[in-house]
């Protein structure tokens, strides 16, 4: 290089390379902004939809809008489920947000918010199990100051919103635990292996009917998710909200029950301790007036969540509360089952003048049957009246086994409903082909009896008693049970749309007054007195054995698993029967003592509550207030008479019922 | 006032005379794609002038001031300056290596007290000057092909190397590349440029390799393949292509553009201010402000074609050179044809230092056609 000689030639050759270079150098930049525009032509014109898509996807969010759930009331009205709302905390991650940045997030939250070690841990396990802008709720429950809280710090908590939900609440608790069922937080096994999943389902706090009512009646309690429609920032905050694009939700329908929520708490007061089911109906309709399992649980507790103990406590008790008792519990039908082997009789042309004597003992077969006591010479009147067990055991003979079950079903036993929609246990009713099914072995002579007395192989529910004795109390229908009145106001068909039963009237007139004198003047005549003036009640003891007895019966005196379990079937009028009901204590020792007394007492709130009724009681109540001295007023809410009339086995009465004579409280098996 | 090669010399120093001679529709051209970003940069804050558009302005406002003062400022004095800025330009970005101020895990800026410094930015017009420089001594023969031409290449290596370290591929590519042009603008064998090219093909994927640091590689493969992982590194393309793309025909308004309202495109301001337009502008709007940039692109090189001294045309064409590449490569990543590297869009984005470098560029391109009838030697003659 050396010191530079400008020549023009030298200028001129430079600068003429030069211009041609950098003639090309503009044409390929030209180039190249015609290539960025094309590429601008491809992104902005040709495929314009497909990125408007993408940018509304990105501004557009639809928050799910759960619908109310439907309510769930009473066949007056009374709310039996309904929703309160509920202060939620909810978190969102978002596609930035690195599992540190939450566990720090949660940390902060724990300082505004109730909110211990373990608690925390399962909240940070549940955002990072969580798809991606999916909220999840951290807290419910919380009080205002909390929420308010919350509202105020929100700007400085990425992902965290408070919103307000709805949470089921049960007003009564646990009459209605066992029909109504709970909602609990969804679980794997409620969400469908195959087809669609309602998105409502991955909605933070939302919850699925788990048991009864709530489960069977699930989709229609649910209603259809809407959904809001927001305009979000890149942190999934909310900077608008578009009212228009919002998707309107489907509210739950409203569940109308047949129950009768005075009966049915009613019934779950007598029971106190016990444990049993009471089972009641319409026996003109068919509606189920109560239905209730004893002893219950607190369904709201379900709502929340069971902490483990909690659930160990309810699951390990004996009395078993998490069992619906009106539906699944089985037991031999005892003595009621003899209305079943007098029906059967008469139906087969047998005299209901025909008597039989009872010496106390009667042997057939090698085996020698008892009864409690030597009854004498009676006719099926009496034998019911008195419930005697060698009477049974020989008309029993004289029917045969497969008879006396084909009557039975004929009256619902061994039978589910499937108007009840909640699952229901159907026992067993045994006969020859049945025997010959389970057990490949031909009926012994020796096992009918024992079926005559309804003990045995037989087992039937609570339900299944009380739709045979509202069979007998309404004498023509071959009646349905009906648990549901209504579903969104639609009523459903009644139970007594159903064809007659096949059965004479005239004998099903017999066993309902052989019933009446059973509380007049037979087994329960101490027992199941209404004391309601002209207003009476029928009704059959029964008691079940427990277990094969090794020396003495099974009575009060003994453990209580030991003991047998008492059942007293029921209806009222006896004149004009509108009630029906049955009641099973399990090992409440003698139906007389133990479940006749809590039938009564169920049924007076039945009849208490029924206007035609309460004019016809003209007699003063021996209670000196309540209902009776206003015969013609309107009805009480909550018509239980304000002073109940003792419970047995409810130490803290005062007034405990009269000792029974050793006579009297003896029944038969 | 003209002037033309006849015009008396000391006529053509005149204060008016050299202002007169300014290119103001060059400056018009410039003024407006800056308003335009201060339009964008007011709505993209959701319709206001702060944080953005004011500063934005006013600093606009400055550097044309800044690029009227230096635009007086003689070739021959330019001349004098561009190797000792080149050597300033070096030896603060070896500064930067050993006490520079970290940002976003790179080292760029260097704390003079009160004054930050980004090295890099000098060293852009430092190399374009230093190139200018050397080539005006140079003989057309000896920078076609010679050994002479291993100076350019270290002029240009050194400095590459320097930036790359800190690391800061996307300036390190554009030095490069703009040495790369003044090389072949000044007359490099159209051989050797093939060659090049060629061997630059072989070298890339062992480059990938060994060289680029993991988040460069993931950059890289993000473009590859912007949709293999939506919220990592390929959320910045897809967002951009989402807010171009959203934009239509003719957009979605001014203010309107809820891409960037909404804060899904990730440095609206700065890097991605295109997508932005785009997306309240339209296709419309964007192929506007593309004709404006090639406008400015066109009058530049006209410029440094009509100096009578080389050392004007190569200084202006490496201005030129650099604030085309700038646009090129911005404009490729926010189309999602180009990686993710961080170079802004000239005079449209947000931020001082650039819009400095810029305007400082375009102040030697205005000088040189301020002075494009001068003779510019090294010996007899230079002022300094």
């Known amino acids: 290089m050396s010191n530079p000689q400008i020549f023009f030639n030298e200028v001129n050759e430079r600068q003429g390379e030069f211009g041609r270079r950098a003639f ?7 180039l190249g902004v015609v290539a960025l525009g094309g590429r601008l032509a491809q992104l902005q014109v040709i495929e314009n939809s497909r990125y408007t898509k993408l940018s509304d996807n990105n501004q557009f969010d639809f928050r799910l809008q759960p619908p109310p759930r439907g309510l769930i009331v009473d066949r007056n009205g009374v709310v039996l489920a309904s929703n309160r709302p509920d202060f939620r905390l909810l978190f969102m991650r978002d596609e930035h947000m690195k599992p540190k940045d939450v566990e720090e997030i949660v940390d902060r939250l724990a300082k505004l918010v109730d909110l211990d070690d373990a608690h925390k841990r399962r909240v940070i396990a549940d955002i990072k199990n969580a798809p991606r802008r999916a909220p999840v709720a951290v807290v419910e429950d919380m009080s205002w100051e909390e929420f308010s809280r919350i509202n105020v710090r929100a700007p400085e908590l990425p992902g965290v919103t408070a919103d307000m939900g709805e949470v089921r609440v049960y007003p009564f608790g646990g009459a209605f635990a066992h029909v109504i069922g709970y909602v609990a937080k969804v679980s794997g096994n409620d969400v469908p292996k195959v087809g669609p999943i309602d998105p409502i389902l991955l909605n933070p706090g939302f919850r699925i009917g788990k048991q009864g009512v709530e489960k069977s009646f699930d989709p229609v309690l649910r209603g259809k998710a809407g959904a809001r429609k927001v305009e979000v920032d890149v942190k999934g905050r909310v900077v608008r909200e578009d009212p228009a694009g919002d998707i309107a939700s489907v509210p739950g329908s409203t569940i109308q029950l047949t129950l009768d929520a005075d009966i049915q708490n009613r019934a779950l ?3 106190g301790e016990e444990s049993g089911a009471a089972v009641m109906m319409d026996c003109r309709t068919g509606d189920i007036l109560c239905l209730m399992s004893a002893p219950s649980f607190d369904a709201n507790r379900f709502v929340k969540g069971l902490t483990g103990p909690e659930y160990q406590a309810l699951a390990q008790y004996d009395r078993k509360p998490l069992f619906n008792k009106a539906l699944t519990a089985t037991f031999p039908a005892g003595s009621t089952f003899k209305t079943m082997v007098a029906l059967t009789a008469l139906e087969m042309g047998v005299s209901p003048d025909k008597t039989h004597t009872c010496g106390g003992a009667f042997p057939f077969g090698g085996h020698v049957f008892h009864c409690d ?4 010479t009676l006719n099926m009147h009496q034998a019911i009246v008195t419930s005697c067990d060698i009477f049974f055991y020989q008309t029993a003979l004289e029917v045969g086994p497969d008879k006396i079950a084909e009557t039975a079903r004929k009256f619902g036993i061994n039978q589910t409903f499937p108007e009840i929609h909640i699952p229901q246990n159907k026992g067993t009713l045994p006969d020859t082909a049945w025997k010959e099914r389970v ?6 002579p020796g096992e009918t009896p024992s079926f005559g007395i309804g003990q045995g192989a037989l087992a039937v529910n609570p339900l299944q008693l009380c739709v045979m004795c509202s069979r007998i109390a309404n004498g023509k229908k071959q009646l349905m049970p009906r648990l549901v009145k209504s579903i969104g106001g639609k009523d459903l068909p009644r139970g007594d749309e159903v064809p007659d039963i096949p059965v004479d009237p005239e004998h099903l007139a017999f066993v309902r007054k052989a019933m009446a004198d059973v509380v007049t003047s037979g087994t329960a005549q101490l027992t199941a007195k209404l004391g309601l003036g002209p207003i009476m009640m029928a009704g059959k003891t029964g008691t079940a054995q427990a277990h094969t007895y090794k020396g003495a019966r099974g009575t009060v005196h003994m453990e209580w698993a030991m003991r047998d379990h008492a059942w007293f079937i029921a209806f009222a009028p006896v004149d004009e029967p509108r009630y029906a009901m049955s009641v099973l204590v399990e090992h409440g020792g003698w139906g007389a003592s133990a479940a006749a007394p809590r039938a009564a007492e169920i049924m007076k709130v039945a009849l208490l509550k029924d206007p035609e009724i309460r004019a016809r009681i003209v007699t003063p109540l021996p209670n000196p207030e309540p209902v009776g001295a206003n015969p013609d007023g309107p009805p009480v809410e909550g018509a239980a008479p304000e002073a109940p009339t003792p419970i047995p086995g409810q130490p803290q009465q005062p007034t405990a019922p009269p000792p029974l004579p050793p006579a009297q409280q003896i029944e038969p098996q | 006032m003209t002037v033309s090669a006849l015009t008396r010399p000391g006529e053509r120093d005149r204060l008016i005379v050299k202002l007169a001679n300014i290119d103001w529709t060059f400056t018009l051209l410039l003024t407006v794609i800056a308003g335009i970003g201060g339009v964008m940069l007011y709505s993209i804050a959701g319709g206001s002038w702060l944080p953005w558009a004011a500063p934005h302005l006013i600093r606009f406002g400055g550097c044309v001031l800044l690029m009227i003062l ?5 070739l021959r004095v330019w001349f004098a300056l561009a190797y000792p800025v080149y050597a300033i330009g070096i030896v603060l970005l070896a500064a930067v290596d050993v006490v520079g101020h970290s940002a976003l895990g790179a080292q760029r800026w260097l704390d003079l007290g009160p004054v930050r410094i980004q090295p890099s930015e000098i060293i852009k017009i430092g190399l ?9 001594s140079l003989s057309g023969r000896d920078a076609r092909l010679s050994w002479w031409l291993l100076i350019p290449a270290g002029l240009i290596a050194l400095p590459m190397a320097l930036v790359a370290k800190q690391p800061d591929l996307g300036t ?9 042009v003044m090389m072949i603008l000044a007359g490099l064998s159209l051989r050797l440029v093939a060659v090049g090219l060629a061997g630059l093909v072989a070298v890339v994927p062992a480059a990938f390799m060994f060289v680029l640091k993991g988040y460069q590689k993931a950059r890289l493969l993000t473009f590859l393949d912007p949709e293999a992982d939506k919220s990592g590194s390929g959320y910045h393309i897809m967002q951009s292509k989402i807010a171009l793309g959203s934009g239509g025909l003719l957009g979605k308004g001014f203010g309107l553009g809820t891409q960037s309202q909404l804060n899904f495109l990730p440095e609206k301001q700065t890097d991605f201010i295109f997508s932005s337009l785009a997306e309240e502008f339209g296709f419309v709007g964007s192929v506007a402000v593309l004709l404006l940039y090639m406008g400015v692109i066109f009058m530049a090189l006209r410029i440094a074609s009509v100096s009578h001294s ?9 201005v030129t050179a650099t604030f085309a590449l700038c646009l090129m490569i911005n404009g490729a990543m926010v189309m999602g044809l180009a990686p993710v590297v961080g170079v802004p869009m000239p005079l449209l984005s947000w931020g001082g230092t650039v819009m400095i470098t810029v305007m400082v560029g375009f102040g030697l391109v205005q000088s040189v056609r301020v002075h494009r009838y001068s003779e510019v030697t090294s010996g007899r003659g230079a002022i300094l």
């Open chain 1, 24 to 30: 090309v150098f503009g044409g390929l930049l030209g």
């Open chain 1, 269 to 271: 007061e007598v029971f």
């Open chain 1, 439 to 444: 057990f490949h072995e031909r009926w012994w």
């Open chain 2, 128 to 136: 374009v000057l230093a190139l200018a420089r050397f080539y005006h």
């Open chain 1, 373 to 376: 006591k030597s009854h004498g």
């Open chain 2, 310 to 318: 080389h050392f004007g045309r190569m200084a202006a064409s490496g």
């Open chain 2, 70 to 74: 230096l635009a007086m400022v003689d």
């Open chain 2, 172 to 180: 390190a590519l554009l030095i490069g590349a703009t040495g790369g």
